[in-house]
């Protein structure tokens, strides 16, 4: 069997991580989360930027690594600190897509996504995966669902985690990181032409899983 990577984008809490994470642990992959990394530079921007002249300065400063926990799954070390448990939060949400539009942050962290995925293996989801950063992946997905439906999703997520928040409240980030990363200058949030479209609006995770399960298997017989 061919060793392959899968590239997951699409817009925000379409479900993109909880479907990623189940196929890398049926497929024996490694779930990498994009998502995660551009939090923790937002995370380190928030608590340090009247430090640096600029973001090419501050990133010059930033040492991001990610390492996998049997039980937590993927950790991320920023400058030798775990910083996982502080990338929800609504701060870190509100400023994420703007830290994410600079060149230097994204210089950055695409290098790094591209050096985990060299060797294969990897399910990778985030915005810019099937067309910038392995635009050669074998298995690429498009996932989007009604904002109606991933505000829910996010709400039940952020009931669990003890974040507060209301429907309309995320309904409202939601739509509102969607056109800010849509419309970004550099990598934008775009389908890859030749990713395969999922609108998974009332479909269940198992049954999302099990199409990219088949994809994937499909595409290692090649
Ligand atoms: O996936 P998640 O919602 O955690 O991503 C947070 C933000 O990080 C996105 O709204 C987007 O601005 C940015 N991002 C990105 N490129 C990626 C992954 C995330 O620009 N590959």
């Keep these: 069997m061919t060793a392959i990577n899968i590239a997951i984008d699409g817009p925000a809490a379409a479900g993109k991580s909880t479907i990623a994470k189940r196929v890398a642990t049926t497929l024996n992959m490694i779930y990498v989360d994009t998502g995660a990394m551009y939090r923790a530079i937002t995370y380190y921007y928030l608590n340090n930027q009247a430090t640096f002249k600029d973001f090419d300065d501050m990133m010059t400063h930033v040492d991001l690594k990610l390492i996998y ?3 937590k799954g993927q950790r991320v070390i920023l400058n030798d600190e775990d910083v996982t448990d ?3 939060s609504n701060e870190v949400t509100d400023n994420v897509s703007f ?3 600079k060149d230097a942050v994204r210089k950055y962290l695409v290098q790094a ?10 399910v990778m989801d985030g915005r810019d995966i099937g067309t910038t950063v392995l635009p050669d992946a074998e298995v690429k997905v498009y996932m989007i669902a009604s904002v109606e439906e991933r505000a829910q999703r996010r709400l039940k997520d952020n009931t669990d ?11 409202q980030d939601i739509a509102e990181r969607d056109a800010y990363d849509m419309n970004r200058e550099i990598s934008p949030l775009v389908k890859a032409d030749d990713a395969i479209e999922m609108d998974t609006t009332g479909m269940t995770i198992e049954a999302v899983t099990e199409r990219i399960i ?9």
């Excluded at 996504?113 to 990897?122: V, Y």
């Excluded at 003890?162 to 309309?168: A, D, H, V």
């Excluded at 088949?214 to 090649?222: D, F, Y």
């Design 214 to 222: 088949q994809l994937a298997e499909a595409a290692q017989l090649n």
């Design 86 to 88: 502080y990338l929800r």
């Design 99 to 101: 830290v994410a539009s």
């Design 69 to 71: 926990d049997e039980e």
């Design 113 to 122: 996504q591209q050096q985990l995925a060299e060797n294969k293996g990897i």
């Design 161 to 171: 985690r003890g974040i507060p928040s209301t429907l309309e409240q995320l309904k």
